[in-house]
Protein backbone atom coordinates (compact mmCIF):
# COMPACT_ATOMS: atom_id res chain seq x y z
CA UNK A 1 0.00 0.00 0.00
CA UNK A 2 2.97 2.64 1.30
CA UNK A 3 4.27 1.52 -2.41
CA UNK A 4 0.82 2.12 -3.84
CA UNK A 5 0.48 5.64 -2.11
CA UNK A 6 4.07 7.04 -3.66
CA UNK A 7 3.10 6.03 -7.10
CA UNK A 8 -0.32 7.82 -6.53
CA UNK A 9 1.79 10.86 -5.73
CA UNK A 10 3.28 11.18 -8.34
CA UNK A 11 -0.01 11.20 -10.65
CA UNK A 12 -2.20 13.91 -8.93
CA UNK A 13 -0.56 16.88 -9.88
CA UNK A 14 -0.65 15.98 -13.53
CA UNK A 15 -3.83 14.15 -13.99
CA UNK A 16 -5.87 17.13 -14.67
CA UNK A 17 -5.29 17.24 -18.48
CA UNK A 18 -6.67 13.39 -18.88
CA UNK A 19 -10.38 14.13 -17.09
CA UNK A 20 -11.54 17.79 -18.67
CA UNK A 21 -14.77 17.69 -21.09
CA UNK A 22 -17.40 20.00 -23.05
CA UNK A 23 -17.15 20.04 -26.78
CA UNK A 24 -15.53 23.97 -27.78
CA UNK A 25 -15.42 24.96 -31.41
CA UNK A 26 -10.88 24.74 -31.49
CA UNK A 27 -8.69 25.79 -34.45
CA UNK A 28 -7.13 22.69 -36.69
CA UNK A 29 -3.77 22.00 -35.79
CA UNK A 30 -0.99 19.51 -37.45
CA UNK A 31 -0.07 16.50 -35.76
CA UNK A 32 2.25 17.24 -33.79
CA UNK A 33 3.31 16.87 -29.94
CA UNK A 34 6.32 19.61 -30.29
CA UNK A 35 5.76 23.37 -31.22
CA UNK A 36 8.76 25.93 -31.65
CA UNK A 37 7.73 29.07 -30.70
CA UNK A 38 9.49 32.49 -32.22
CA UNK A 39 9.77 35.85 -32.73
CA UNK A 40 7.75 38.72 -30.66
CA UNK A 41 11.10 40.14 -29.72
CA UNK A 42 12.66 36.65 -28.91
CA UNK A 43 16.23 36.19 -29.04
CA UNK A 44 16.15 32.74 -29.29
CA UNK A 45 12.76 29.56 -29.79
CA UNK A 46 11.06 27.95 -26.75
CA UNK A 47 9.19 24.91 -27.13
CA UNK A 48 5.89 23.23 -26.33
CA UNK A 49 5.45 19.77 -25.50
CA UNK A 50 2.36 17.97 -24.93
CA UNK A 51 2.52 15.04 -22.43
CA UNK A 52 0.28 12.43 -21.65
CA UNK A 53 1.65 12.26 -18.23
CA UNK A 54 1.93 8.97 -17.66
CA UNK A 55 1.85 5.32 -20.07
CA UNK A 56 2.71 2.29 -20.20
CA UNK A 57 6.04 1.55 -20.92
CA UNK A 58 5.85 -0.06 -24.24
CA UNK A 59 4.10 2.29 -25.46
CA UNK A 60 6.56 5.21 -24.12
CA UNK A 61 7.98 7.07 -26.73
CA UNK A 62 10.55 10.39 -26.76
CA UNK A 63 11.02 11.01 -30.74
CA UNK A 64 14.21 12.74 -31.95
CA UNK A 65 12.87 15.91 -32.51
CA UNK A 66 11.85 16.57 -29.10
CA UNK A 67 15.16 14.88 -27.85
CA UNK A 68 16.77 18.16 -30.41
CA UNK A 69 14.69 20.53 -29.12
CA UNK A 70 14.78 19.86 -25.35
CA UNK A 71 19.07 19.47 -25.46
CA UNK A 72 18.76 23.02 -27.21
CA UNK A 73 16.63 24.42 -24.37
CA UNK A 74 18.05 26.14 -21.48
CA UNK A 75 15.24 25.33 -18.85
CA UNK A 76 12.56 23.13 -17.96
CA UNK A 77 9.18 24.69 -16.76
CA UNK A 78 6.30 21.76 -15.90
CA UNK A 79 2.88 22.91 -14.80
CA UNK A 80 4.32 22.18 -11.51
CA UNK A 81 8.30 22.37 -10.34
CA UNK A 82 8.21 18.37 -9.47
CA UNK A 83 11.90 18.94 -8.21
CA UNK A 84 10.77 20.93 -5.94
CA UNK A 85 10.87 19.70 -2.33
CA UNK A 86 8.25 22.05 -1.05
CA UNK A 87 6.02 21.08 -3.83
CA UNK A 88 6.29 17.28 -2.68
CA UNK A 89 5.83 18.02 0.99
CA UNK A 90 2.76 20.02 -0.39
CA UNK A 91 1.24 16.82 -2.25
CA UNK A 92 1.65 14.69 0.36
CA UNK A 93 -0.39 17.03 2.42
CA UNK A 94 -3.01 17.87 -0.19
CA UNK A 95 -3.52 14.08 -1.07
CA UNK A 96 -5.33 13.08 1.90
CA UNK A 97 -8.52 14.23 2.36
CA UNK A 98 -9.31 17.28 4.60
CA UNK A 99 -12.23 15.11 6.22
CA UNK A 100 -12.60 11.16 5.13
CA UNK A 101 -14.57 10.57 2.08
CA UNK A 102 -17.16 8.59 4.42
CA UNK A 103 -18.12 12.10 6.01
CA UNK A 104 -17.74 14.31 2.98
CA UNK A 105 -19.87 11.77 0.88
CA UNK A 106 -23.46 11.13 1.12
CA UNK A 107 -24.27 7.41 1.47
CA UNK A 108 -25.49 7.13 -2.02
CA UNK A 109 -22.08 8.24 -3.41
CA UNK A 110 -20.56 6.29 -1.34
CA UNK A 111 -22.22 3.27 -2.71
CA UNK A 112 -21.35 3.89 -6.15
CA UNK A 113 -17.51 4.89 -5.40
CA UNK A 114 -17.23 1.60 -3.65
CA UNK A 115 -18.80 -0.60 -7.04
CA UNK A 116 -16.51 1.86 -9.05
CA UNK A 117 -13.32 1.09 -6.77
CA UNK A 118 -14.25 -2.58 -6.72
CA UNK A 119 -14.35 -2.90 -10.50
CA UNK A 120 -11.64 -1.38 -11.32
CA UNK A 121 -8.90 -1.32 -8.44
CA UNK A 122 -9.87 -4.50 -6.44
CA UNK A 123 -9.62 -1.64 -3.56
CA UNK A 124 -13.23 -0.84 -1.04
CA UNK A 125 -14.01 2.91 -0.11
CA UNK A 126 -13.25 1.88 3.37
CA UNK A 127 -9.56 1.47 2.62
CA UNK A 128 -9.42 5.59 0.48
CA UNK A 129 -11.56 6.71 3.10
CA UNK A 130 -8.66 9.00 4.49
CA UNK A 131 -7.83 10.21 0.87
CA UNK A 132 -8.48 12.85 -1.03
CA UNK A 133 -11.27 12.38 -4.03
CA UNK A 134 -8.48 13.55 -6.41
CA UNK A 135 -6.05 10.75 -4.88
CA UNK A 136 -9.25 8.24 -5.65
CA UNK A 137 -9.68 9.08 -9.29
CA UNK A 138 -5.65 9.13 -9.59
CA UNK A 139 -5.74 5.44 -8.38
CA UNK A 140 -8.21 4.70 -11.03
CA UNK A 141 -6.51 6.41 -13.70
CA UNK A 142 -3.59 4.53 -13.37
CA UNK A 143 -5.46 1.11 -13.12
CA UNK A 144 -7.15 1.89 -16.65
CA UNK A 145 -4.00 1.55 -18.45
CA UNK A 146 -3.74 -2.02 -17.43
CA UNK A 147 0.16 -2.70 -17.12
CA UNK A 148 2.15 -2.11 -13.89
CA UNK A 149 5.36 -0.61 -15.65
CA UNK A 150 3.50 3.14 -15.98
CA UNK A 151 6.14 5.88 -17.14
CA UNK A 152 6.10 9.48 -16.38
CA UNK A 153 6.67 12.11 -19.11
CA UNK A 154 7.93 14.57 -16.59
CA UNK A 155 9.74 12.70 -14.20
CA UNK A 156 11.59 11.45 -17.07
CA UNK A 157 12.03 15.15 -18.17
CA UNK A 158 13.24 15.69 -14.69
CA UNK A 159 15.84 13.50 -14.42
CA UNK A 160 17.53 14.03 -17.53
CA UNK A 161 17.42 17.70 -16.66
CA UNK A 162 19.74 17.12 -13.51
CA UNK A 163 22.13 15.33 -15.45
CA UNK A 164 22.23 18.38 -17.32
CA UNK A 165 21.92 21.06 -14.46
CA UNK A 166 19.89 23.16 -16.33
CA UNK A 167 17.21 24.86 -13.61
CA UNK A 168 13.51 23.25 -13.61
CA UNK A 169 10.67 25.52 -12.76
CA UNK A 170 6.86 25.54 -12.91
CA UNK A 171 3.73 27.14 -14.20
CA UNK A 172 1.27 26.80 -10.74
CA UNK A 173 1.75 25.14 -7.71
CA UNK A 174 -0.01 22.14 -6.19
CA UNK A 175 -1.64 24.51 -3.84
CA UNK A 176 -3.16 26.19 -6.67
CA UNK A 177 -3.97 22.90 -8.60
CA UNK A 178 -6.35 21.49 -5.66
CA UNK A 179 -8.07 24.30 -5.40
CA UNK A 180 -8.12 24.54 -8.67
CA UNK A 181 -9.62 21.11 -9.07
CA UNK A 182 -11.95 21.80 -5.64
CA UNK A 183 -14.17 24.65 -7.71
CA UNK A 184 -14.31 22.47 -10.83
CA UNK A 185 -16.20 19.39 -9.66
CA UNK A 186 -19.20 18.84 -7.69
CA UNK A 187 -18.91 15.42 -5.45
CA UNK A 188 -21.49 14.24 -7.77
CA UNK A 189 -19.73 14.90 -11.14
CA UNK A 190 -16.40 13.76 -9.59
CA UNK A 191 -18.47 10.16 -9.19
CA UNK A 192 -19.93 10.09 -12.77
CA UNK A 193 -16.26 11.07 -14.18
CA UNK A 194 -14.61 8.56 -12.28
CA UNK A 195 -17.80 5.61 -13.76
CA UNK A 196 -16.91 6.73 -17.15
CA UNK A 197 -13.17 6.06 -16.69
CA UNK A 198 -12.51 2.77 -18.24
CA UNK A 199 -9.44 1.42 -20.35
CA UNK A 200 -11.31 1.52 -23.43
CA UNK A 201 -11.05 5.26 -22.93
CA UNK A 202 -7.47 5.32 -21.61
CA UNK A 203 -6.48 3.21 -25.04
CA UNK A 204 -8.37 5.55 -27.43
CA UNK A 205 -6.35 8.85 -25.73
CA UNK A 206 -3.05 6.45 -25.68
CA UNK A 207 -3.60 5.35 -29.75
CA UNK A 208 -3.57 9.52 -30.12
CA UNK A 209 -1.57 9.94 -28.12
CA UNK A 210 0.89 8.24 -30.48
CA UNK A 211 -0.23 9.54 -33.74
CA UNK A 212 0.30 13.00 -32.34
CA UNK A 213 -3.08 13.92 -33.07
CA UNK A 214 -3.57 16.85 -31.26
CA UNK A 215 -6.93 17.47 -32.69
CA UNK A 216 -8.12 14.36 -31.57
CA UNK A 217 -6.33 14.87 -27.84
CA UNK A 218 -8.26 17.46 -27.72
CA UNK A 219 -11.66 15.85 -28.99
CA UNK A 220 -11.02 12.96 -26.53
CA UNK A 221 -10.30 15.37 -23.49
CA UNK A 222 -13.25 17.65 -24.09
CA UNK A 223 -15.89 15.34 -24.55
CA UNK A 224 -18.99 15.81 -23.33
CA UNK A 225 -20.42 12.78 -21.54
CA UNK A 226 -17.45 13.51 -18.50
CA UNK A 227 -18.44 16.50 -17.13
CA UNK A 228 -19.76 20.61 -17.86
CA UNK A 229 -18.59 23.37 -20.10
CA UNK A 230 -17.85 24.95 -16.12
CA UNK A 231 -15.33 22.22 -15.95
CA UNK A 232 -13.37 22.49 -18.70
CA UNK A 233 -13.07 26.11 -18.29
CA UNK A 234 -11.59 26.08 -14.82
CA UNK A 235 -9.32 23.29 -15.68
CA UNK A 236 -8.57 24.47 -18.85
CA UNK A 237 -9.18 27.68 -20.57
CA UNK A 238 -8.64 29.80 -17.01
CA UNK A 239 -4.95 27.95 -16.61
CA UNK A 240 -4.09 28.01 -20.07
CA UNK A 241 -4.83 31.71 -19.90
CA UNK A 242 -3.06 32.36 -16.94
CA UNK A 243 0.00 30.48 -18.53
CA UNK A 244 0.44 32.48 -21.59
CA UNK A 245 0.76 35.72 -19.45
CA UNK A 246 3.58 34.32 -17.66
CA UNK A 247 5.42 32.63 -20.29
CA UNK A 248 6.79 35.76 -22.38
CA UNK A 249 9.01 37.10 -19.23
CA UNK A 250 9.67 33.17 -18.78
CA UNK A 251 10.86 32.61 -22.68
CA UNK A 252 12.35 36.55 -22.86
CA UNK A 253 15.36 35.44 -20.84
CA UNK A 254 16.12 31.55 -22.42
CA UNK A 255 15.10 29.45 -24.79
CA UNK A 256 12.62 27.04 -22.56
CA UNK A 257 11.37 23.56 -23.07
CA UNK A 258 7.57 23.75 -21.67
CA UNK A 259 6.51 20.18 -21.26
CA UNK A 260 2.22 19.94 -19.67
CA UNK A 261 -1.03 17.92 -20.79
CA UNK A 262 -1.23 18.01 -24.47
CA UNK A 263 -4.86 18.40 -23.71
CA UNK A 264 -3.32 22.32 -23.06
CA UNK A 265 -2.45 22.76 -26.36
CA UNK A 266 -5.60 22.53 -28.90
CA UNK A 267 -8.80 24.53 -29.02
CA UNK A 268 -9.54 28.09 -29.03
CA UNK A 269 -8.76 28.78 -25.87
CA UNK A 270 -5.11 26.42 -25.99
CA UNK A 271 -1.96 27.48 -25.53
CA UNK A 272 -1.20 27.90 -28.92
CA UNK A 273 -3.60 29.42 -30.06
CA UNK A 274 -3.37 32.18 -27.32
CA UNK A 275 0.23 32.26 -28.06
CA UNK A 276 -0.37 33.02 -31.67
CA UNK A 277 -2.94 35.94 -30.54
CA UNK A 278 -0.24 37.56 -28.18
CA UNK A 279 1.27 38.03 -31.60
CA UNK A 280 4.31 35.17 -31.73
CA UNK A 281 4.83 32.64 -34.27
CA UNK A 282 4.08 29.19 -33.10
CA UNK A 283 4.84 26.20 -35.63
CA UNK A 284 4.61 22.41 -35.56
CA UNK A 285 8.10 20.65 -35.83
CA UNK A 286 7.02 17.88 -37.84
CA UNK A 287 10.47 16.20 -38.15
Not at 18 to 34: D, F, I, R, V, W
Not at 177 to 201: C, G, H, K, R, V
Not at 204 to 226: C, H, M, P, R
Amino acid sequence: MKNLFKSVLTVIAIIFSLSTQAQTKSPKLENSLLWEVSGNGLSKPSYLYGTIHMICGGDYFLSEKTKKAFEASNKLVLEINFADPNEMTEMQKMAMGKEPLSKKLIPEELTRLDAILKKTTGMTVQQVDSFSLLTVMSLISMKTFGCTDLKFYEMDFIEQTKKRNIEIGGLETVKSQFEMFENAYSNDEMISMLAESTPEETAKLVAAYKSENIGGLYAISTDEKFTSEKTKKIILDNRNNNWVKNMPEIMKKESVFFAFGAAHLGGEEGVINLLRKSGYSVKPILN
